[in-house]
C-alpha cells in the first residue's frame, strides 16, 4: 500500500508564508510526477503546482511568483513553498503522486494515482 502524509498547513495572515511537505511511503518503486491540488469551500478542486521527475514545473497562474514546488526524489518528497498568501489562497491543500508500484509497471510507463489526505490552509486578512 501506498500512503501520502501531509503536513505543514495552517493559519496565516495575508503576505506570510507557509511551507507544505508531502511524503510518499510505502510500495513504491518510484514516484512519477507529484503535485498540490487545492479545494476552497463550494469550489472544485484545482492544480496548483506540478513537478516532474525531472524537476520541470507547471504552475496554475494564481501562484506563479508566489509558490515554488520542489521535490526530494530520495525521500519521496513534495514541498510547496508558499510565499505572500492572499486570503484566497484559502484551501485544503492535496498532495498527488503518479506513482510506478513495481519496476514491472516502470518499464510500460503504467504509474497509479494517489492522494494525500488534505491540509488546511487559512489565510486571514
Known amino acids: 500500500q501506498v500512503q501520502l502524509v501531509e503536513s505543514g498547513g495552517g493559519l496565516v495572515q495575508a503576505g506570510g508564508s507557509l511551507r507544505l511537505s508531502c511524503a510518499a511511503s510505502?510500495?513504491?518503486?518510484?514516484?512519477?510526477?507529484m503535485g498540490w491540488y487545492r479545494q476552497a469551500p463550494g469550489k472544485q478542486r484545482e492544480l496548483v503546482a506540478t513537478i516532474t521527475s525531472g524537476a520541470s514545473t507547471n504552475y496554475a497562474d494564481a501562484v506563479k511568483g508566489r509558490f515554488t514546488i520542489s521535490r526530494d526524489n530520495a525521500k519521496n518528497t513534495v514541498i510547496l513553498q508558499m510565499n505572500s498568501l492572499k486570503p484566497e489562497d484559502t484551501a485544503v491543500y492535496y498532495c498527488?503522486?503518479?506513482?510506478?508500484?513495481?519496476?514491472?509497471?516502470?518499464?510500460?510507463?503504467?504509474?497509479?494515482?494517489?492522494w494525500g489526505q488534505g491540509t488546511q490552509v487559512t489565510v486571514s486578512s
Open positions: 510505502g510500495s513504491i518503486f518510484r514516484c512519477n510526477a
Open positions: 498527488n503522486a503518479d506513482i510506478f508500484v513495481t519496476p514491472a509497471q516502470a518499464l510500460v510507463k503504467h504509474t497509479q494515482t494517489y
